[in-house]
């Protein structure tokens, strides 16, 4: 329903929508900070996949080049350990690229299937499923993924882990509000009286309908998966080396480069930041493409 | 109102009652305990010294045993001891809390000093030029990490003053300790009165649609009088709650900045007690930050159904 607002109001709006990349055209110009996002998304996904053909190498430390500023063969300087700051940040998007894409996926896949089943189902599972939501809400996203983090141990797939579980609750509770309002709706009703049964109803009738929310959040949780593995990393709780993750470099370079080396400071920082930032441009967009409700 | 507050104060307890499992079973997702780690290091294992710590520090007994002492001790103020300082761990962290809590109040005040007024001039100029800057500032402080913030901060400070702002544990008075707290104290706020703009915001354009702004606007008030009569006040409202949501989202910013900024207060020794493994510090700080958010989040209900008479009908 909210895609086809939307649809109404190209044509309203008398534009001439040919094919996929000319409505791709129109978003851009429509939604122009969502285009900037989309941009640094592209980016971010160009780099990770192609950091391998770049003939960059974050791992060879050379003690000649310790501390090399910026510029000549380290255009963005080396660490204390000679390894190139420009390579260590290339191959850094492919970590951070697997912990969002795997934590958000991850969480958005239980949060699926906790709130769909609660919110459609009901009854006192869905209480459970609350009260569960509740508690686990009451622990920051960050103090939760700390601890998480220190009793799977150090390592990518127990990073991305203790990323996931603390998103499951707000999507298990966005999507439970969405499927307690799709199961009074009349095709629901129909469905049944047709004799479908209810697992099958959930899946073929409310899941599908739940999905631009879904795309909504799960958008969101990307930047914020990006942004706690940042910061366990930073704090020694994350991706373990040699990864080079870019809260890592920042950790390793702390404030004892601040006076003495700042590119080791700066470079990881902004690529962080740049992405992050891409990521809530482009959410903010597909929030008003898809949720035009919610349009501010 | 009266069920209302006894309603939502058993629902408190047991948020806190489900809390206090879920952070004892965390942290006893793995296989092995401290002994391990201490013997791990060791390099060495001796199996009757091993027993004998297990003894002593009561990993020996049943896991439900071992949640019945906790609790009958938090019940009691006794939190156990520390493993590494081997001193009680109340006494490891209460005399943290204060720098954390000037900290973060400093940080909240001026999240909603900027963040507020920010919001409703976005959402008065919606579309203008300065909306657009706004929220551009906005988003990006929620894209620029906290400790990364902090980080430049203290390069900023190094290039132009030579100086470095370091928390020093004695800073003579109060006034001091402010000065040299509101410097990590900006680096929190920065990101939260990100988030207080942006939801003030939402709150203001959402009542600006009302159909009582529309009358307004049609019996010929002015737009000052409608934007900030009529709407700020009914506004101001939802922006309470984000003092709860503020809670949460604070304490993430104090663990990084206490770290970057070196300030002695619990969030940072939190981190470092999941570093060494500590556990009962970490399992009662864990429930200490808990019981924050939840008692925050429970006072801004309350506030709330205070201030709008239809939450308590509906219950």
Redesign the interface.
Known sequence: MANHDHALELEKAGANITGRLSSLAFLARRYPLGAIGGVIMVVFLLTAACAGLTGLDPFTTDARSSLARPGGEHLLGADFMGRDVLARIVFGARISLAVAVGATVLGCFFGVVIGLSSGFFGGWFDLLVQRLIDIMQSLPLLVMALVMAASLGPSLQNTIIAIAIPLVPSVARVIRSNALSLREMPYVEAARAVGMSEVRIAVTHVLPNTLAPLIVLGTAQLGSAILVESALSFLGLGVPEPHPSWGRMLSESAAEYVRSAPWLVIFPGVAISAVVFGTNLLGDAIRDVLDPRQRQ | MGTYLVRRSL?MV??LF??SV??FV?????PGNITDIIFDSAGFVNERQKKKIERELGLDQPIITQYGRWIAGLAKGDLGYAYVSEKPAIDEILPRIPVTAKLAALALFFSILFGVPLGVISAVR?DTTLD?VL??IS??G????S??LG??I??AF?HWTGW?PIYQSSPGNLWKEIALLSIPAAAVGFRSSALVMRLT??SM?EVLRQDYIRTARAKGASDTSVNYDHALRNAVLPVVTIIGIEA??L??GL??TE??F?IPGVARF??EA??W?DYPI?QNL?MF??VV??VV?FLVDMTYAVLDPRIRYEG
């Open positions: 629902l047991l948020t489900g809390i879920l952070i965390m942290l006893r997702l793995v919606q657009y929220r551009i988003l990006s929620l894209s620029l990490p400790f990364w980080l430049l203290l390069m190094v470095i915001r939402s354009l949460a989202f304490i993430g663990i990084v770290t970057v070196n939190l981190v999941i570093r493994r970490v864990v930050i808990a958010v939840v989040n």
